[in-house]
């Protein structure tokens, strides 16, 4: 008797049994792609190490921007991204700059009569080729379009170098160099404390020493105001 009541509550239990692990595994859901390019490189070999960007943020972190100075686009990877007014006229100005400055190198890199203006006109063409195509990968990421040229003035200022030629050309070429230079050192070093974008901002601060150098190694040169004679 005892026998036949532990075999009925063996078989009445036995049912649930597989149930306790039955149950299902909660599966991890896969993290998002990252919303920023993750290409980008600090430098390239030959390339001041300095000359590059910081590691942008993970995807989903919030970018706080004023509501009443931002412009929402739908980038390239999808979805709706906010950018402030700032950052826009950033990407705009740098973009510039920066397209001035490799035309304005790869001129004189040919041009020039000294070899240490044409070395110096060289080095801008590497380095200003990496920070507009860093430029232009953020901005692609953004939906902010950027210029293919340099604006009005930066094509005014390099017809006059067409026009120079011999040390006429070189020493204009060094007093743009410098001018540029002082006012890329100014935008950058504003977009760095009031940039709204946090990958933007990170561009800039990180870009502010290479353009110093630049500056620096302009007014050196033939020409320059901290010429050696």
């Known amino acids: 008797m005892r026998g036949s009541r532990l075999l009925l509550l063996a078989a009445v239990a036995l049912p649930f049994a597989p149930a ?18 993750t290409g980008i490189r600090s430098h390239q070999p030959g390339l001041p190490s300095s000359v590059g960007i910081e590691a942008p943020p993970p995807a989903g972190t919030a970018v706080p921007v004023s509501e009443t100075q931002s412009t929402a686009n739908t980038g390239p990877l999808g979805g709706n991204t906010t950018i402030a007014q700032v950052d826009i006229d950033f990407l705009t100005k740098a973009a510039h700059s920066g397209l001035a400055e490799v035309a304005a190198g790869s001129l004189a890199s040919g041009k020039a009569s000294q070899e240490p ?15 507009n195509q860093q430029l232009a990968q953020i901005a692609q990421v953004k939906g902010v379009p950027v210029p293919q040229a340099p604006d009005a ?7 006059k170098l067409r026009a120079a030629s011999g040390q006429a050309f070189d020493d204009a070429y060094v007093q743009n160099q410098i001018t540029a230079h002082q006012k890329a050192v ?44």
């Open 20 to 37: 306790a692990f039955a149950q299902p595994i909660n599966e991890v859901a896969p993290q998002a792609p990252a919303a920023y390019p």
């Open 153 to 159: 003035a930066g094509a005014a200022e390099l017809d």
């Open 186 to 229: 100014v935008l950058f070093r504003q977009q760095g404390e009031q940039g709204s974008d946090p990958v933007l901002r990170a561009l800039a601060r990180r870009n502010v020493p290479s353009l110093e150098r630049h500056l620096a190694m302009a007014e050196a040169l033939p020409g320059g105001k901290n010429a050696v004679e």
């Open 117 to 131: 203006v044409k070395d110096f006109a060289r080095q801008m063409v590497n380095d200003h080729t990496l920070m």
